[in-house]
Nanobody, 117 residues
Framework: QVQLVESGGGLVQAGGSLGLSCAYS????????MAWYRQAPEKRRESVAV???????TYADFAKGRFTISRDNAKNTVYLQMNNLQPEDTGVYYC???????????WGQGTQVTVSS
């Protein structure tokens, strides 16, 4: 059974940092595209960062220069390091895996990130 489990969310002051982790089961995702998304209250879910099986990373404009996505296949984990967080970064952050052309096939349950001003 495929599982994605996020952790590392919490409450942080503006300007602070958080590191999120997404642990996945098995080796199925080692060569897969994986991503982080977020959803703020009353807003649509949006892409934050994507990393390919070859470790090529792309970022949403708001994440460039502040967030870093990485993966460690030996640990079956994808990471999102977030620096200089701002209140507008508040939301639930989700890990996603296995891009199917229009949508990711697998999603984690999400982890809450709250940034206070």
């Amino acid at each position: 059974q495929v599982q994605l489990v996020e952790s590392g969310g919490g409450l942080v002051q503006a300007g602070g940092s958080l590191g999120l982790s997404c642990a996945y089961s098995g080796t199925f995702f080692h060569n897969n595209v994986m991503a982080w998304y977020r959803q703020a209250p009353e807003k649509r879910r949006e892409s934050v960062a994507v990393i390919t099986g070859g470790n090529v990373a792309t970022y949403a404009d708001f994440a460039k220069g502040r967030f870093t996505i990485s993966r460690d296949n030996a640990k079956n984990t994808v990471y999102l390091q977030m620096n200089n967080l701002q209140p507008e970064d508040t939301g639930v952050y989700y890990c996603a895996a296995d891009w199917r052309g229009r949508e990711y096939a697998y999603w984690g349950q999400g982890t809450q990130v709250t940034v206070s001003s």
